[in-house]
């Protein structure tokens, strides 16, 4: 019986991590999360005083908890592949799943946050009048013949109106970027370390109410923005291009850094990085033998 593999078997290294099923219910949770964002959009100034009302003065034992939470995101993504192509070697093929999932939502979400311009919390619904940020409204207003905001309270969404400030974080509150990372992070890490799935899930709990606690975002575009990061893993993660494309860069990198999985076999590992496995008193690995030792 041979002890080769079969030309179709997989190296141990390349465990099945990914593609995973795109199942309807993954569809139904992300859409139903976007259905609830637009009705509460509805009914923005009333929601968001309920919520973040009671987040300040019913909830203040976890504002420790929401500040330690509150700015995982993309920035986060640069650590955890570190420490994922180091310490879990296994996974080190499902780092480019992993990076187009969040290059294809931080691009959607940047384009709709210039597309909607809508005015986040302190300078909208939450608009105090001795603020900073209403002085830097005044500001603005004395500077635009034609403003487009009032210095009032309300909900504003500039869209395309004259003379809107373009690319200013202060008006770039829908949908909520930190949402839709922290819930790619959470599914991702869920999959490369189920055992601590619960705890992944309320790093990312966490991080979606702190945008409303610390008064970044309205409840619509964190909710908003966790549907749009759940499809968008969901389905990264249920094709087969992304992988095919992460086997093949984890196995060039290795190769070029020299940092192989160690739980490679040693036939694989001969393969890809043209070592001979030595073994002792035996030379070159496959070596019958040594016709010129001593018999």
Request: aromatic share 12%; proline share 8%; glycine share 8%.
């Amino acid at each position: 019986m041979s002890l080769k593999p079969e030309a179709n078997q997989r190296p141990l290294r390349r465990q099945e991590l990914l593609p995973r099923s795109f199942h309807p219910w993954k569809v139904a949770l992300g859409l139903t999360l976007l259905v609830l964002a637009i009705i509460e959009i509805q009914f923005a100034e009333q929601s968001f005083d309920f919520f973040y009302t009671n987040l300040r003065d019913h909830f203040s034992f976890l504002d420790d908890y929401f500040a330690t939470t509150r700015q995982i995101g993309s920035t986060f993504g640069i650590g955890l592949t570190i420490i994922v192509w180091l310490f879990c070697t296994r996974a080190r093929h499902t780092l480019v799943p992993f990076g187009i999932a969040i290059l294809i939502s931080a691009t959607l979400v940047t384009a709709m946050k210039e597309v909607t311009g809508r005015s986040r919390p302190p300078y909208g619904v939450r608009m105090n009048m001795h603020s900073p940020e209403m002085q830097e409204v005044w500001q603005y207003l004395e500077e635009n013949p034609n403003p487009v905001l009032k210095p009032e309270r309300g909900d504003y969404w500039l869209w395309f109106s004259p003379h809107r400030p373009h690319f200013r974080g202060d008006y770039a509150s829908f949908p909520s970027g930190h949402a839709t990372s922290a819930v790619i992070i959470a599914v991702y890490l869920s999959l490369i370390a189920p055992r601590a799935r619960w705890l992944w899930w309320i790093l990312a709990v966490g991080t979606i109410v702190s945008r409303v606690r610390f008064l970044r975002h309205h409840p619509g575009d964190v909710l908003f923005g966790a549907g749009l990061g759940l499809l968008t893993v969901y389905w990264v993660f249920a094709a087969q291009w992304p992988t095919q494309l992460g086997h093949w860069a984890a196995t060039k990198l290795e190769k070029l850094l020299r940092t192989p999985d160690p739980t490679l076999p040693a036939e694989e590992y001969d393969r890809l990085y043209g070592r001979a496995v030595e073994e002792e008193g035996s030379g070159p690995a496959g070596a019958e033998g040594d016709p010129q030792s001593p018999s």
